[in-house]
């Protein structure tokens, strides 16, 4: 049995990133970067006015009030290109381009325009280069913006437009393949029979795993039966790059997804890990270079597995920077138990103090199977190995889920 961390190491040495694609900008949002984004003009292009006014010489206004003659006007999108001399004023909108001459701009409310909006009266003296944005101060032609691995968000997706980028080059999204296994499952469309219960794994983990990036094919359900699953992770195989099954890991009677597995020629990299839920869990990759993931059954452990484990492979096979859950600190609201033996990730709720400390409220919850109980949840709390109770106060590491 080996430790989380040993864990997650194995499955990011297996997980390589998929080749680069190129898609246009408006296809382009939560992907990730494959390439740096360099920026191909100055920003701003020219020096720029912060606001509606005048654009002036600070030394005519060093003593007020002076007026100055009014010889144009600049607004975004149609400058004012010509010299200005000493004692003259150009009207300037916000946005607009300063012209050659002046070095600084008084806002509209501190002028008064004369002689029927001929000249102007400067009611203030301004400093130099006041309210100018100078060309190039916020980014340098040629300078690094993002980086590959980004996501693009909203935000990138304004830098891209502004830089020219119509398409962009992205890690591509990893095809998945979700099956569940159990002849105690049946379709959520069905009626349970006796000793029945819905599927509901496969949900989670198509949720789970397209909020990470993946393109996912939902199989039929497997049951128990080690000649179908090895149907269903051969096909699979042949068009997906992970395949992640949930069910069937455990060493009871009915648990064929490691039989499967090896009876296809996989190579099987753990199948037991020290954690709380989800102890048994199978990586593996087949033959063809597929990898596999064999999830325990209960739900709540495969909320747990995938985010820890599965959710890694498919963020470090789009070339992301980050492919961990982010961890942080916060104030364990209640008392908590952990074991000895296995390091726990325990469902939680995180809210704000009044003073701005991260807070963390374990969830009551009735185990691995109570999914009703971790549909609330907002991030897991980690209990190291070894901590058999931590108590209300104390600062913990938690982990934020996906949305």
């Given at each position: 049995?080996?430790?989380?961390?040993?864990?997650?190491?194995?499955?990011?040495?297996?997980?390589?990133?998929?080749?680069?694609?190129?898609?246009?900008?408006?296809?382009?949002?939560?992907?990730?970067?494959?390439?740096?984004?360099?920026?191909?003009?100055?920003?701003?292009?020219?020096?720029?006015?912060?606001?509606?006014?005048?654009?002036?010489?600070?030394?005519?206004?060093?003593?007020?009030?002076?007026?100055?003659?009014?010889?144009?006007?600049?607004?975004?999108?149609?400058?004012?290109?010509?010299?200005?001399?000493?004692?003259?004023?150009?009207?300037?909108?916000?946005?607009?381009?300063?012209?050659?001459?002046?070095?600084?701009?008084?806002?509209?409310?501190?002028?008064?325009?004369?002689?029927?909006?001929?000249?102007v009266e400067v009611l203030q003296p301004v400093v130099q280069g006041r309210s100018i944005v100078t060309r190039g101060s916020e980014i340098k032609a040629g300078q690094i913006i993002l980086r590959a691995g980004e996501t693009i968000g909203a935000g990138a997706m304004a830098v891209l437009a502004s830089f020219g980028y119509a398409r962009v080059k992205v890690g591509r999204r990893p095809r998945v393949s979700v099956v569940a296994t159990g002849s105690e499952l049946v379709g959520v469309a069905d009626k349970p029979g006796q000793d029945q219960i819905r599927d509901s794994n496969n949900y989670s983990i198509r949720a789970y795993a397209e909020s990470a990036g993946a393109q996912v094919e939902q199989l039929p359900l497997a049951g128990d039966d080690t000649e179908l699953l090895k149907r269903q992770f051969a096909e699979a195989a042949t068009r997906s790059d992970i395949v992640i099954s949930s069910g069937g890991v455990s060493v009871g009677v009915y648990d064929f997804t490691k039989a499967a597995l090896k009876e296809l020629g996989a190579e099987i990299f753990f199948e037991r890990v020290a954690l709380r839920p989800g102890k048994p869990i199978v990586f593996a990759r087949l033959p063809n270079g597929t990898l596999v993931f064999g999830l325990p059954g209960n739900p709540v452990s495969v909320s747990v597995t995938f985010n820890l484990f599965a959710r890694t492979t498919i963020l470090a096979m789009q070339g992301a920077q980050a492919t961990e859950l982010q961890k942080e600190t916060a104030a364990l609201t209640k008392d908590l138990k952990g074991t000895q033996d296995r390091e726990s990730y325990l469902p939680a709720e995180l809210s704000t103090s009044s003073d701005g400390r991260l807070l963390a409220s374990p969830l009551k919850w009735g185990g691995s199977s109570d999914f009703i109980a971790f549909a609330h949840a907002t991030a897991l709390i980690i209990v190291p190995k070894g901590s058999e109770r931590l108590e209300a106060g104390a600062t913990v590491q938690v982990m934020r889920l996906p949305a």
């Amino acid at each position: 049995m080996i430790s989380v961390d040993e864990a997650i190491r194995i499955v990011q040495a297996h997980s390589r990133p998929l080749p680069t694609e190129s898609v246009g900008l408006t296809h382009a949002r939560n992907r990730f970067l494959a390439e740096d984004v360099t920026a191909d003009s100055d920003l701003p292009p020219f020096d720029r006015s912060q606001m509606d006014g005048y654009a002036i010489r600070a030394a005519d206004v060093s003593h007020v009030r002076v007026s100055l003659r009014i010889v144009g006007e600049s607004a975004a999108g149609r400058g004012w290109h010509q010299q200005m001399q000493a004692g003259e004023a150009v009207r300037i909108m916000t946005g607009a381009p300063v012209p050659e001459g002046a070095d600084s701009v008084q806002q509209v409310e501190l002028t008064r325009e004369l002689e029927g909006g001929n000249a102007v009266e400067v009611l203030q003296p301004v400093v130099q280069g006041r309210s100018i944005v100078t060309r190039g101060s916020e980014i340098k032609a040629g300078q690094i913006i993002l980086r590959a691995g980004e996501t693009i968000g909203a935000g990138a997706m304004a830098v891209l437009a502004s830089f020219g980028y119509a398409r962009v080059k992205v890690g591509r999204r990893p095809r998945v393949s979700v099956v569940a296994t159990g002849s105690e499952l049946v379709g959520v469309a069905d009626k349970p029979g006796q000793d029945q219960i819905r599927d509901s794994n496969n949900y989670s983990i198509r949720a789970y795993a397209e909020s990470a990036g993946a393109q996912v094919e939902q199989l039929p359900l497997a049951g128990d039966d080690t000649e179908l699953l090895k149907r269903q992770f051969a096909e699979a195989a042949t068009r997906s790059d992970i395949v992640i099954s949930s069910g069937g890991v455990s060493v009871g009677v009915y648990d064929f997804t490691k039989a499967a597995l090896k009876e296809l020629g996989a190579e099987i990299f753990f199948e037991r890990v020290a954690l709380r839920p989800g102890k048994p869990i199978v990586f593996a990759r087949l033959p063809n270079g597929t990898l596999v993931f064999g999830l325990p059954g209960n739900p709540v452990s495969v909320s747990v597995t995938f985010n820890l484990f599965a959710r890694t492979t498919i963020l470090a096979m789009q070339g992301a920077q980050a492919t961990e859950l982010q961890k942080e600190t916060a104030a364990l609201t209640k008392d908590l138990k952990g074991t000895q033996d296995r390091e726990s990730y325990l469902p939680a709720e995180l809210s704000t103090s009044s003073d701005g400390r991260l807070l963390a409220s374990p969830l009551k919850w009735g185990g691995s199977s109570d999914f009703i109980a971790f549909a609330h949840a907002t991030a897991l709390i980690i209990v190291p190995k070894g901590s058999e109770r931590l108590e209300a106060g104390a600062t913990v590491q938690v982990m934020r889920l996906p949305a």
